[in-house]
């Protein structure tokens, strides 16, 4: 049985959603999926004991977290000797203002900072939660929103669900394959 760490840092909760996904998913292929938060103090251990590895990071304010970026430049020769599948969730990849060109740019700016190309890769619509936002951060995301001509009241989800599952099916295919 292949063993897949899921490894995610997330700053509103909507990465954490899509890497529990990413796991349950693999689990119904019969494949032994571990769930880990890269802020954790054990976000990094046993990292060789896994045959795959498939990272997820929010994207806040044009970065991801800085947490995972460094953990993944820090690992990244293990990373290279394991399938990996990195996913980013923004905005941009699908929000109420898309720029799919600008969800492409974060993914290649974390490949970039750290080193690390992966075997596969994708940008994940996010989602917008003002019920659980500071008033400060609503006023901030609205006044976004605003001058992008498409102002967003309410908590929205905008995550393409079956594009996270097409993601875990490619992913699930490629652990069946010995790592080149």
Not at 59 to 85: C, D, P, Q, S
Request: charged content about 25%; cysteine-free.
């Amino acid at each position: 049985m292949h063993r897949v760490l899921v490894l995610y840092a997330t700053e509103d909760g909507q990465t954490r959603k899509i890497a529990t996904r990413v796991a349950e998913l693999l689990a119904k292929k019969r494949i032994d999926a571990h769930l880990r938060d890269a802020g954790s103090s054990r976000a990094a251990a046993h990292l060789a004991s896994f045959d795959g590895i498939v990272i997820g990071a929010s994207v806040h304010y044009g970065h991801h977290r800085r947490e995972l970026r460094n953990l993944v430049a820090e690992h990244g020769a293990l990373l290279h000797t394991r399938h990996t599948a990195f996913f980013s969730v923004s905005l941009s990849a699908g929000g109420p203002t898309p720029d799919r060109d600008g969800a492409k740019r974060y993914l290649e700016e974390f490949i970039e900072d750290t080193g690390w190309l992966p075997d596969q890769s994708a940008a994940f619509a996010g989602a917008i939660r003002h019920s659980r936002y500071s008033l400060v951060r609503t006023i901030m995301l609205r006044l976004s929103l605003l001058t992008k001509g498409m102002p967003e009241a309410g908590d929205h989800e905008y995550t393409d669900w079956h594009a996270v599952t097409a993601f875990v099916e490619t992913f699930a295919r490629r652990l069946e394959s010995p790592k080149r």
